[in-house]
């Protein structure tokens, strides 16, 4: 406040200016902008939820060509207008070139995986080898990600290209819930490696915490989706302190709040499965859980406010 008003004195700033840099100051103007965009892409998923329910119910009615035709001319519909209008490619950041760009693009990849999952319903064109579909759709979104600069649409690749190794992986290898869990890992692992390694060339670097996040969270859940395999001495809690940690350096190196949140809150629950068997009594429980969690929270707003002081 004092920088504005000193700004307002020596004729830097406009009145008008200067009481709006006022309001942003003191809070009474902020931006939704993360929230609307929320809401669209909530409002684009019901839209995709809806077109299923649709198919789903009326496929008999309508008939199988009608519905392939809707459906691949909504497709087609979709990234036509998104490659007419489309910036041309960049390794940096691409600025939409209209508001409803990304989501119309997001319902366009959507109704890809609805084509798909129909035709696949109703023709039994691949039988067996289905998670084909997953391997064709993330390979197309992927492309659409970096050609049209959309992390949403890489979270989409990431995950379809995921679930077609896992389900390859557990299909050809017959593998067993343990050892699907490390093939998670390792696709985590993977994720995050080449997160890392295009932002140091310099390829989308800000599609860095959309690779980081998804490898992280798949990392970290697949250690913890196995409760019994959790001890207070054991290998599978060790790595998952390592990782936690590595996420806890990464976020105060890099002050990203996000893997701060994801180095306590996975800490904390694979510590808390580890020690949870050793208490006796339930008010040492409570006692146990009482004091982590609130040291935990504590953890999670001192880091945020430094974050917010540095800011």
């Known amino acids: 406040m004092e920088a504005i008003a000193r700004w307002r004195r020596k004729g830097l700033l406009l009145d008008r200016r200067a009481a709006l840099l006022a309001a942003i100051e003191d809070g009474r103007l902020f931006s939704v902008a993360d929230e609307l965009r929320a809401m669209l892409y909530l409002g684009a998923l019901l839209l995709i939820a809806g077109v299923s329910a649709t198919v789903k119910r009326y496929f008999q009615q309508l008939g199988r060509p009608a519905i392939v035709a809707a459906l691949g001319g909504s497709v087609l519909a979709c990234l036509a207008y998104c490659e007419s209008r489309s910036r041309p490619y960049s390794d940096g950041p691409v600025e939409s070139p209209t508001p409803g760009f990304d989501y119309i693009l997001f319902i366009g990849c959507a109704l890809v995986g609805v084509l798909f999952a129909y035709l696949e319903s109703q023709f039994h064109w691949l039988g067996d080898n289905w998670d084909l579909y997953l391997l064709a759709s993330g390979l197309c979104f992927l492309y659409a990600a970096y050609r049209f600069d959309n992390r949403m649409v890489l979270a989409m690749a990431l995950l379809n290209l995921g679930g077609c190794i896992g389900i390859r992986a557990q299909r050809c290898l017959h593998t067993d819930a343990q050892t699907m869990r490390w093939v ?70 890099y002050r990203r709040f996000a893997y701060f949140l994801y180095g306590v809150g996975y800490g904390y629950a694979a510590v808390a499965i580890a020690v949870a068997p050793h208490l006796s009594g339930i008010s040492q429980g409570a006692l146990f859980f009482l004091v982590s969690a609130g040291a935990a929270v504590a953890a999670i707003l001192a880091f945020r406010k430094s974050l917010e002081a540095k800011e």
């Open 184 to 253: 998670v890992m390792a696709e985590g692992a993977f994720a995050c490696a080449l997160g890392l390694s295009n932002s140091s060339q310099g390829v989308k670097p800000h599609f860095e915490d959309t690779y980081l996040g998804l490898g992280v969270n798949a990392m970290l859940a697949s250690l913890i989706s196995d409760p019994k395999g959790i001890q207070l001495v054991s290998p599978p809690l060790l790595l998952i302190l390592l990782i936690c940690g590595a996420c806890i350096a990464f976020a105060t190196t």
